[in-house]
C-alpha cells in the first residue's frame, strides 16, 4: 500500500554533493516516520538519516554536519542532501517508510540508487 521510488544517485567526486529524493504513493496518511539507509560491498545495511511526522530528525555519526534529511509533505517526498562526500560513501542508498496501520508497523523499501564517490 506504499510505494517508494528513489532517485538521484550517481558517481560524484570526493567533497562534492548529491541530493537524493524518495518519492512516496500510496496510503502516505499512515506512514510515521522515513529513513535512509546504505549498504556497501560486503558490509550491512546500516541507518543513515531518518524522520519522522513531527520532522524529528536522527543522524549516523559517520554524516552527522554533512548529511541533512528533509520532507515536502505536499510532494509526499523526502529528500537526502549529501555534502562533502567522501569515497567511504559509496554504496547503495535505500529509501525506508514506516507505517503504523491497526496498531501494527509494517516497513516499505525502495528500490535503491547507487551512490560512487571517487578519490
Known amino acids: 500500500q506504499v510505494q517508494l521510488v528513489e532517485s538521484g544517485g550517481g558517481l560524484v567526486q570526493a567533497g562534492g554533493s548529491l541530493r537524493l529524493s524518495c518519492a512516496a504513493s500510496?496510503?502516505?496518511?499512515?506512514?510515521?516516520?522515513m529513513g535512509w539507509y546504505r549498504q556497501a560491498p560486503g558490509k550491512q545495511r546500516e541507518l543513515v538519516a531518518s524522520?519522522?511526522?513531527?520532522?524529528?530528525?536522527n543522524y549516523a555519526a559517520s554524516v552527522k554536519g554533512r548529511f541533512s534529511i528533509s520532507r515536502d509533505n505536499a510532494k509526499n517526498t523526502v529528500y537526502l542532501q549529501m555534502n562533502s562526500l567522501k569515497p567511504e560513501d559509496t554504496a547503495v542508498y535505500y529509501c525506508?517508510?514506516?507505517?503504523?496501520?491497526?496498531?501494527?508497523?509494517?516497513?516499505?523499501w525502495g528500490q535503491g540508487t547507487q551512490v560512487t564517490v571517487s578519490s
Open positions: 524522520i519522522t511526522t513531527g520532522e524529528i530528525t
Open positions: 525506508k517508510a514506516k507505517r503504523l496501520r491497526f496498531a501494527t508497523l509494517s516497513d516499505y
Open positions: 500510496g496510503n502516505v496518511n499512515s506512514i510515521v516516520a
